[in-house]
């Protein structure tokens, strides 16, 4: 029984005497996250404030971008992941504080990995600005032909902007970068081949009669 009581002391003793150690850098820890924390949340008004001072989505809008899904606004999505690179960013020190090495790790490559998200959102937004542009250039530069083949050919070329742009932030998250490039090198020889097969069907006649031309002057 004595033997059981000492057992039960020295863990109590050890395990006390661990919490005391452990107490300023949790307190440590706790002040660096808050100060994240505070810091993150500054920076998220800052940002929006801007954002809306300069009429962020009103000039999104006017270029045919789309509101995000469940109507949330792209300047807040931004000011978002900013938030998250500052929370994360204070999050290293505190989980080293903490003694968290392999958190720490996992929170530096997350580190390394949002400003791909935040570019990938540019990317994105300038991707619909610049889908919208080609769509009323083709639109404007289309002649000799009905007005709704004109939207046709401006809606063809405004969604092949937007599937390379897609390839494009899907390769800048790091997606499945090797099945991009077997789809955009796909898709690039589809469009050769049916280009080829239409130049040749169409143009079957014409090279025939050229050829027949060239054979009449030969002889």
């Known amino acids: 029984m004595q033997n ?14 661990a919490i005391i150690a452990f107490a300023p850098k949790f307190v440590l820890g706790l002040i660096f996250l808050i100060i994240g924390i505070i810091l993150a949340a500054f920076l998220k008004q800052i940002l929006t404030e801007i954002f809306r001072f300069f009429k962020f989505e ?14 949330a606004q792209w300047s807040t999505i931004v ?9 994360v960013a ?3 020190p505190t989980a080293d504080v903490w003694g968290l090495g392999r958190f720490a790790s996992v929170l530096d490559g997350l580190l390394s990995y949002l400003p791909n998200v935040f570019v990938a959102v540019l990317l994105l937004l300038v991707g619909f600005v610049i889908s919208r542009l080609v769509h009323d250039l083709v639109q404007a530069s289309v002649h000799g032909v009905s007005k709704e083949s004109a939207k046709s050919v401006a809606l063809i070329a405004r969604y092949a902007v937007l599937v390379f742009v897609f390839l494009v932030v899907l390769n800048q998250l790091g997606i499945a970068s090797d099945l991009i490039r077997i789809l955009f090198s796909g898709i690039i020889a ?12 169409g143009g079957k006649d014409a ?6 031309k060239l ?5």
């Open 4 to 17: 059981i009581n000492d057992t039960l002391l020295t863990t109590l003793n050890t395990s006390m005497q």
């Open 90 to 92: 204070f999050l290293i």
């Open 58 to 71: 009103t000039y999104l809008a006017k270029y045919g971008v789309p509101e995000s899904k469940d109507g």
């Open 190 to 201: 589809m469009l050769a081949i049916a280009g080829g097969l239409a130049f040749g069907l």
């Open 79 to 87: 000011a978002e992941i900013a938030r998250w690179f500052v929370i």
């Open 207 to 212: 090279a025939k009669d050229t050829i027949e």
């Open 215 to 219: 054979r009449k002057r030969v002889k």
